[in-house]
């Protein structure tokens, strides 16, 4: 069963660095997400992509936050300057239209 | 802006059906209800979704009221692998098929 993968499974950041999250999406799907999931609270919505754009994002994702899909068939996730509260898990997750499927979640602890 | 609203918490003992309720009394008619779980920390799952109709598949069964405005989720045949936060959700088709994650259901598979 195809399925969404995600590197890396965990990193380890010091705050104020760069960090990207990678994604494969299952292939043939057009709709990208990135959610993420603070400790012992709900899984929250980031951003949405399709067609090579950005089509929804939240008051979280904020000028520190990109995404790109370089080239094909990755989907990245770039949070450029770490804060400590950015340590979380986060999760892509694809779309055919009606299922949206995710990944097992990249943890980010910010250090 | 919670569109369901589920119990805090239930259990089930192993074995046995577990019936996992939700409300969503405002839903419009586009809107589909979804059912995801959350193992531990994993990824959320797919299990089922529907739009009006009573749905079946491998996992479980999804039984939407005439109404539309409540459903309940049945596992058939509970196991402790089935503990996990199940989340109702209702979703259009209009804004990218994104998904709003409430708080969930927590269900505790009992031996």
């Known amino acids: 069963e195809p399925e969404v993968t995600q590197t890396p499974s965990h990193q380890v950041t010091q705050m104020g660095q760069e960090v990207i999250l990678r994604c494969v999406p299952i292939?043939?799907?057009?709709?990208f997400y990135w959610y993420r999931q603070i400790l012992g609270q709900k899984v929250e919505f980031l951003v949405s992509?399709?067609?090579?754009?950005?089509?929804?994002k939240s008051e979280i994702f904020d000028d520190q936050f990109s995404v790109e899909r370089p080239d094909g068939s990755n989907f990245t996730l770039k949070i450029r300057s770490t804060k400590l509260e950015d340590s979380a898990m986060y999760f892509c997750?694809?779309?055919?239209?009606?299922?949206?499927?995710f990944g097992e979640g990249s943890w980010l602890t910010v250090v | 802006d919670a569109k369901t609203t589920q119990p805090t918490s239930m259990d089930c003992a192993e074995g046995r059906a577990a019936n996992l309720p939700c409300n969503h009394s405002?839903?419009?008619?586009?809107?589909?209800v979804y059912w995801y779980r959350q193992i531990h920390s994993q990824g959320p799952q797919y299990i089922i979704h529907?739009?009006?109709n009573n749905e079946t598949n491998e996992m479980a069964s999804l039984i939407i009221t005439e109404d539309r405005k409540s459903s309940t989720l049945i596992l058939p045949h509970a196991t402790l692998r089935d503990t996990a936060v199940y989340y109702c959700?209702?979703?259009?088709?209009?804004?990218?098929?994104?998904?709003?994650f409430g708080a969930g259901t927590t269900v505790t598979v009992r031996a």
């Open positions: 997750a694809s779309s055919s239209r009606y299922t949206i499927y």
């Open positions: 292939s043939n799907h057009l709709y």
């Open positions: 992509f399709y067609n090579n754009e950005i089509s929804e």
């Open positions: 405002t839903i419009s008619g586009n809107e589909y």
């Open positions: 529907g739009l009006k």
């Open positions: 959700i209702v979703q259009g088709i209009s804004n990218d098929y994104k998904l709003s």
